[in-house]
Each structure stands twice: as structure tokens, then as C-alpha cells.
């Protein structure tokens, strides 16, 4: 995050790994996706149409890596074009214009602390050919635990998804959204406010999941960051 200090709110833009993030209360949220290589890289900054270079140290995260061995079966559902739908719809749930509505740090949403993959962990489909990462927390809990919602948030998808089970999208404002992934039933819909604690649906074993568990996932702007730190403090 680029804090900007000031009495008065200021506009403008980072510039910064290919995207373009805008100043919102004085401050920026810069996603780094997980595959990023460590290195000093370039932000601009434009502010009030002036413009100033920033540098940004991106450092090796200590991510975990394996090779998933998927039955034949389950690969060819893996179809590119299919993935990247889903994940488009995803992302479309969340939106960006939609203001700050969190306050205090993200409660976790289940009452379990057993995480059984952690964000950013490497992982194949494909034998070692290719490697994408984990884009949130797995909590090994059984079918059927509550989910509850980390922070207030309006509901921006209830739906059955093909990869991702039932599956929620919770947007928190500032272009910040949570996911839950493969629940056996969901109790929100979309468009609905919900308030910290409050009832998304069930965990479960839906979509292209090995065994009950719940996917949480935190975005900003369409970027999955790491959620562990949102409930230590936030921006
Ligand atoms: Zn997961």
C-alpha cells in the first residue's frame, strides 16, 4: 500500500505492473500477484497531473510447490477456455467503484484455524510442465461448517460454478472481494448487504474439489493476495 500524506483528498493513479490503480482516501492498494519474481520494480505515480517514480520491492514469498496427480477423467474438464470464463465471472462480480465498507481487521470465516494449503502454494496439473499458485486458504473443516462473512460486504455472486462449487463473492469496496468456494449450500444472494459475521452458507466438497474443505480467497482488483495478513490489520 502507498500512503499519501495529505489534509485534503488527492486524486490520481499508480501505474504499476502493467495495471493502473487510483488513489482512494489517500491511499493505493497494489496487488502483487503471487508469481511475480523477486526484484525492485517501477510504479508510477501521477498525482494532481504530476508525476513521480516510485520503487517497489517485491520479495520471495516462502510458497510451498507440488504436483497434483489428476485422473484423466478429471484433466480434460480442466479446459482452458472454461477456466478462464469462470474466472472472468469472477472477477466481473466484484465492483470497483463501490466504496470502503470495512473498518477493523477481516474475521475469519469459519471457526476452524486448520489450514490445510496455504495461499501461494506452486502447483501442477500438467506433470512439473506448467505451475499456477493457490489463489487463497483451504480449511480442512467438515461438509456442512458454518461460513460466515469476514467483514461487511455486499453479496456480488451466489451461484453454482463449474470449477468452484457453490461459490460466493462478498465485495467489501475499493475493489477488495472475498470468495468461498465449494459450499454445499448457500443462504445469500446476489445484490443482498451482509453485515461481519453474518451467514454466507455451508462448506462443502462441490465443483473440482478433493475432499470437504473451504476455498477462501481475498482479491483486489481481480488480483488473489494473500488473506492471512487482512486479519492482523488492514489498509
Ligand atoms: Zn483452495
Request: hydrophobic share 40%; aromatic share 8%; net charge positive.
Amino acid at each position: 500500500m502507498v500512503r499519501l500524506e495529505s489534509l485534503v483528498e488527492l486524486s490520481g493513479w499508480v501505474r504499476f505492473l502493467g495495471g493502473r490503480y487510483p488513489v482512494q482516501h489517500n491511499r493505493v492498494l497494489l496487488p502483487i500477484p503471487a508469481m511475480q519474481p523477486p526484484g525492485v520494480y517501477p510504479a508510477e505515480l501521477e498525482i494532481e497531473g504530476v508525476r513521480l517514480r516510485l520503487e517497489v520491492r517485491v520479495v520471495a514469498g516462502r510458497f510451498g510447490r507440488f504436483v497434483l496427480r489428476l485422473p484423466p477423467e478429471r484433466q480434460a474438464l480442466l479446459v482452458p477456455e472454461r477456466l478462464r470464463a469462470e474466472r472472468e465471472r469472477v472477477v466481473a462480480a466484484c465492483d470497483v467503484g463501490r466504496p470502503q465498507m470495512w473498518q477493523g481487521p477481516f474475521r475469519k470465516p469459519v471457526s476452524s484455524e486448520r489450514i490445510t494449503d496455504p495461499f501461494g502454494t506452486r502447483r501442477s496439473y500438467d506433470q512439473g510442465r506448467t505451475f499456477t499458485y493457490h489463489e487463497g486458504l483451504d480449511y480442512g473443516v467438515p461438509e456442512g461448517t458454518p461460513v460466515y462473512a469476514p467483514a461487511p460486504g455486499v453479496v456480488g455472486l451466489a451461484e453454482r460454478l463449474f470449477v468452484r462449487g457453490g461459490a460466493v463473492v462478498l465485495d467489501h469496496g475499493l475493489g477488495v472481494c472475498s470468495g468461498f468456494w465449494h459450499l454445499s449450500r448457500v443462504v445469500v444472494r446476489p445484490g443482498q448487504r451482509v453485515g461481519t459475521g453474518e451467514l454466507l452458507g455451508y462448506s462443502g466438497n462441490t465443483g473440482l474439489s478433493n475432499g470437504p474443505h473451504l476455498h477462501f480467497e481475498l482479491r483486489v482488483r481481480g488480483i488473489p493476495t494473500d488473506p492471512a495478513p487482512w486479519f492482523l490489520s488492514v489498509p
